[in-house]
């Protein structure tokens, strides 16, 4: 019998710390949730990972595969505006850039517009004079002179990382990489260039992205170190790889060459498990719910898989206003965002109206029930005092939360509206509900898709007490409540491939490309990412290309992605398609999103994409037996949607119900990390992996 093969993952929220060890072999799970500390996170890391490790009597030898990490430090970082000591080298002349930023109003007539201060400001931006035509000829290189006065400058300005961001470098580096190398060598301070951290055309998105890369340098950077420092010294014997924005996981080196590509690193661990869900479940179509304890994420599961963007907003100064933070160019999965978590604290607008979020208690300190200081309610406290919580079995009954605080808490916000706590409970419930169902709604038409019908998957510690809520909101007839739900974005990480997606703009009309100088262009990305791969810990033969371009007609201003092949494990092909072919998948999804192509018009080839990638390993968890009829272990009053009067419904353990038991709502359904609530008018049947499929309607004839 072979020994145990564990799999440990990392997952760092906003306000707990999710932590999954899986033996890869027998398909066992131990979990655990512990509060997330923000000022020194490694801390919330060693608290979970020594409990998984108590409770499945291991030591931390027995973990020799990879430790798969995602984390939210360079979203917080960015957000926060707590980044690193960086700064910022660009041509003479274009100092300003991140203050002008590309001139567009995200609100045209506020007159009084915000916009978050850059991540570099432009005291710490150094110009140097150098230039690069577009056609990548170097005009003027930079002189000794001139580098000397660039480092003396960056040495007074006590930098800890430097970007470097220079006019036309897509095109050609070489005065880029000869000022980073000069930076480096003089300095020892970690430098990044905009060739390496987002080759595209635009200036002002690849110098934000640069920017934002070399501040998150110094955040990413020693926490890293400090990790993998005490994973060696406790005996882990697996390296650590990192979860990326574009559901993809790399070394911990590469990521901290290129920490902007986590920045959106635990949600889209969370759409690679609802894909691989999807798989399971044999749907082709599946919402994601993602509910934690700062934001609620949706993203919708298409033909298998989810969609991916190549620019993603980070630190906006308005929330739900698209425009007003930092357009980074990293591909990322497509998912919405909002704030509605379990700390979104309610209150009371200039008219008299109830309002949730995006706000939030965090985890520090948290809730008002949660004891640490907390004054303002928040969603937990609002399901707390209608009775869908049990303060005393939180976590387990490790962390008990304060019912009688939060019954106060609601009680103050309800002296202005005329309400008692159950009514602001109520109202707060419903209102963070409507609110995450209006941003899926929305995430859904902006793809093209209704989401009536759609299946819905729900995750997070909150998702699976607000599921049924939304999922009526968005007539889907179906939710699913997989086993250890709380933590599934950690566990997505252990199914997602080593993949890393590649870009490079060299603008050309697709009938004048010139087909070496544009394999010479691939090349060079499929040397970079097989370089990645390699360091991940995968084999040259399992690495797989994905082709794709952004195209447009002659004499547009934007592009549309088009993907036109992908290579078999091991094939070496240069490019897998003709022009017409490219033309042809061009014109199709232009007309697709516009609803007609352009004939007789020219097209052109904007930037060239490569998705490099190595499949996960199947990885099963352990399924549950077969049991009988479900039975409640406890009755406690409940409020369930807009009706005030409690109802005396029954609370189900989940470790009880085996596959095959039904039962019907309302009730709730409690594990340690969260319960799933199960709303008048559902029904539930226990699935073979211990998912609890819950329909609207009678499953029983």
């Known amino acids: 019998m072979s020994s145990p093969d564990w799999r440990l993952a990392v997952d760092i929220g906003g306000t707990f710390t999710d932590v999954v060890l899986l033996d890869a072999d027998s398909g066992d799970v131990v979990v655990d949730k512990t509060l997330t500390t923000p000022r020194n996170p490694l801390e919330g890391v060693r608290t979970g990972v020594g409990r998984v490790l108590e409770r499945a009597q291991l030591r931390p030898s027995d973990v020799t ?133 987002s080759p595209q055309i635009r200036e002002y998105p690849r110098m934000v992205t640069t920017a934002c890369n070399a501040a998150t340098m110094p955040v990413i950077g020693p926490y890293l170190d400090e990790l993998q420092t005490w994973l060696a010294g406790e005996g ?70 989810p969609e991916l963007t190549n620019v993603f907003e980070v630190a906006r100064a308005y929330r739900f206003k698209k425009g007003s933070g930092f357009p980074v160019s990293v591909p990322s999965i497509d998912l919405v965002e909002i704030g509605a978590g379990g700390g979104s604290l309610a209150w009371v607008d200039q008219f ?82 409507q609110n995450m169902a209006a941003a899926a709604r929305m995430h859904a038409v902006e793809q093209g898709v209704d989401l009536r019908g759609v299946s819905m998957i729900a995750f997070g510690g909150a998702g699976p007490v607000h599921a049924c809520g939304v999922a009526e909101l968005l007539e889907s007839d179906t939710v699913v409540f997989p086993v250890n739900a709380s933590v599934l974005s950690a566990f997505g990480t252990l199914v997602s491939p080593v993949r890393i997606d590649l870009a490079r703009s060299m603008p050309r009309r697709l009938d004048a490309i010139d087909p070496a100088e544009r394999d010479d262009l691939l090349d060079d990305l499929r040397a970079e990412g097989r370089r990645v791969l390699a360091a991940a810990g995968s084999s040259d033969d399992a690495v797989r290309f994905r082709y794709g371009v952004d195209c447009r007609y002659a004499g547009q201003g934007n592009e549309v992605t088009v993907w036109v092949g992908e290579s078999e494990p091991g094939d070496e092909s240069a490019w897998p398609v003709d022009d017409d072919a490219v033309l042809a998948a061009f014109e199709a999804e232009y007309e697709r999103i516009f609803g007609l192509a352009i004939p007789d018009v020219g097209v052109e080839v904007v930037t060239w994409r490569l998705s490099v990638s190595a499949d996960a390993e199947h990885l099963t968890p352990e399924g549950v037996a077969a049991g009988g009829d479900a039975r409640p272990v406890a009755h406690r009053p409940m409020v369930f949607g807009r009706a005030m009067t409690p109802v005396d419904a029954p609370v189900y353990e989940r470790h009880r119900l085996g596959a095959g038991a039904t039962f019907s709502g309302p009730c709730v359904v409690e594990e340690r990390e969260t319960t799933a609530v199960i709303r008048p008018g559902w029904d539930v049947e226990v699935g073979a992996d211990g998912s609890l499929i819950a329909t609207r309607g009678s499953i029983r004839a």
């Not at 595969?65 to 700064?87: C, F």
């Not at 009688?404 to 309800?414: F, M, P």
Request: glycine share 12%; with cysteine.
């Open 65 to 197: 595969a990879p430790i798969v990490h995602a984390t939210t430090l360079i979203t917080n970082a960015l957000i926060e505006g707590k980044t690193g000591r960086a700064g910022l080298v660009t041509t003479a002349g274009f100092g300003d850039t991140l203050l002008i930023r590309d001139e567009h109003r995200y609100d045209m007539y506020d007159l009084q517009i915000e916009f978050p201060a850059p991540p570099i400001p432009r005291d710490r931006t150094v110009e140097i004079a150098e230039r690069t035509a577009a056609t990548g000829d170097v005009v003027l290189a930079p002189g000794d002179e001139a580098l000397r006065a660039v480092v003396d400058e960056l040495r007074a300005l006590e930098v800890e990382s430097v970007g470097v961001c220079l006019l036309n470098s897509y095109v050609d580096a070489t005065n880029e990489r000869a000022v980073a190398a000069f930076v480096e060598r003089e300095l020892g301070v970690p430098v990044c260039i905009s060739a390496d951290v």
């Open 236 to 305: 882990f014997g697996g390296s650590v790889l990192m979860m990326l924005s574009n559901g993809g996981v790399v070394s911990a080196d590469d990521a901290a060459r290129v920490p902007i590509r986590l920045v959106e690193s635990g949600p889209a661990a969370g759409a690679l498990a609802g894909t691989w869900f999807a798989e399971r479940l044999d749907v082709d179509r599946l919402l994601c719910f993602d509910m934690g304890g700062t934001t609620a994420k949706a993203c919708l599961i298409d033909g298998g898989e």
């Open 352 to 433: 008299g109206l109830l309002k949730v979020g995006p706000e939030s208690a965090g985890a520090e300190p948290g809730p008002v029930s949660y004891g640490r200081g907390g004054t303002v309610p928040a969603v937990t406290d609002a399901d707390v005092v209608l009775g869908l919580l049990d303060p005393g079995a939180f976590l387990g009954g490790d962390m008990p939360l304060d019912g009688d605080a939060a019954h106060a808490a609601a009680a103050q916000i309800g002296a202005a509206l005329g309400l008692d706590a159950v009514g602001v409970a109520a109202g707060i419930h419903e209102i963070v509900n």
